[in-house]
């Protein structure tokens, strides 16, 4: 009787598992696609029936979340590289310098801010190209609300505050040397925290302007490329994470800038994407390793990797159960790209959606259903996931 009983528990177990929710097999889905004239690599944001995305064409978009048509569009004359802040019934972005506040509903601007500075440049075979760095600066800064103003960097080492309402700039600081700025700032406890291409991480008081720290995040430069700070910072337990130009993720104390731990990775790739940590787990993707990274976010040990042949830029969306992110060929314009789900407990692939070119664009998860991203195919996709 006991070895009987033992038996069926055996197997109760065994489909128990099988059916868990947390271990099922997921799969993507089309459901919808919208084709723009130009490459998307700023993550959609949403509210609860539209999203609002710009591309590099200098449009920017109002599309219906449930069938992918546009509401409405507003054509500006730069490049549409970041995430928006919607906020109340403005959505706010940046293009080619210029910063823009429209209102959501039927995309007529209330008012924009230009910096009236020479645009940066980058020159290659005679070529020059507008808004960019060197080759590989696809990444601007996106911002952030804080006491009804909106704080943002530019590509002139200035941090801005806006009046929401208004657009008058009500906050200044201006960075050592005029450093440009492709990170997202964060403001906790009364403190503005903002990283900058030469790899300096800032810390300032937010009612004084005062400096409290600032941290320099390599000892050497090996290459021209390498250093700049490019994405959002984040904080879990007093410690700052976010991701860089770097092979080696500094993770530093928001009280001093000191370093907490160091995670080097092995093969020297840049852990450039925006860093999320959930249940005391980093997660973090790198460039030329084409890796998704879980670390302990305590003292940085590595709890898996997941290892395709796709460079990693942008923020993952994390849940419970799954890690997605998207990935793609930087060096490549006529590769695929592909969005990718994990499992979040030990990195295994669940599916692959495969697009005809990088996707570069952080995707939005919508109530653990479907996920919306662009490409650099200039196409925003919507996926059920199953």
């Not at 929401?164 to 201006?174: D, Q």
């Not at 991701?243 to 001093?256: F, I, P, Q, S």
């Amino acid at each position: 009787m006991k070895i009987i009983t033992s038996f069926l528990f055996f197997i109760l177990t065994t489909v128990m598992i099988s059916y868990s929710p947390s271990i099922k097999a997921q799969s993507f889905e089309m459901r919808w696609k919208l084709e723009t004239n130009s490459k998307i690599l700023g993550g959609p944001v949403n509210d609860d029936q539209n999203i609002y995305v710009g591309n590099e064409g200098g449009d920017f978009y109002s599309i219906d979340l449930k069938n992918g048509k546009i509401n409405w569009k507003f054509e500006t004359d730069g490049k549409v590289q970041a995430k928006a802040l919607l906020i109340n019934n403005i959505v706010f972005f940046e293009s080619g310098n210029t910063y823009y506040a429209l209102n959501k509903h039927e995309g007529a601007l209330i008012w924009k801010y230009d910096l009236g500075k020479e645009a940066e440049k980058f020159t290659y075979s005679g070529v020059d190209y507008l808004y960019i760095l060197d080759p590989y600066d696809d990444k601007h800064a996106s911002a952030i609300v804080y006491d009804e103003l909106i704080y943002t960097g530019t590509s002139h080492g200035e941090v801005l505050g806006f009046h929401i309402n208004s657009g008058e700039v009500l906050f200044k600081i201006t960075l050592s040397g005029n450093v440009p700025i492709r990170s997202t700032p964060l403001i906790q406890e009364g403190r503005i925290y903002i990283g900058d291409w030469n790899g300096v991480v800032y810390c300032y008081d937010i009612e004084s302007k005062l400096l409290r720290w600032k941290k320099r995040t390599y000892r050497k430069k090996p290459y021209a490329t390498f250093g700049g700070i490019a994405s959002e910072f984040i904080i879990h337990k007093g410690k700052l994470f976010f991701g860089a130009r770097n092979h080696m993720l500094n993770v530093l104390w928001t009280e001093d800038g000191q370093k907490e731990w160091t995670y080097t990775d092995p093969n020297g790739g840049w852990l450039i994407s925006d860093p999320v940590v959930m249940n005391d787990t980093l997660y973090v993707g790198g460039s030329d390793n084409f890796s998704m990274l879980a670390l302990d976010a305590n003292d940085g040990r590595l709890l898996w990797t997941c290892t395709r042949k796709k460079n990693i830029y942008a923020k993952a969306s994390v849940t419970t159960d799954w890690v997605i992110y998207g990935g793609g060929n930087s060096y490549d314009p006529k590769d695929t790209g592909e969005l990718v789900i994990l499992n979040r407990k030990d990195g295994n692939v669940l599916d692959v959606f495969q697009t005809s070119s990088s996707v570069f664009s952080a995707p939005l998860l919508i109530k653990n259903k479907s996920v919306i991203f662009g490409s650099n195919d200039g196409t925003i996709y919507s996926l059920s996931i199953n």
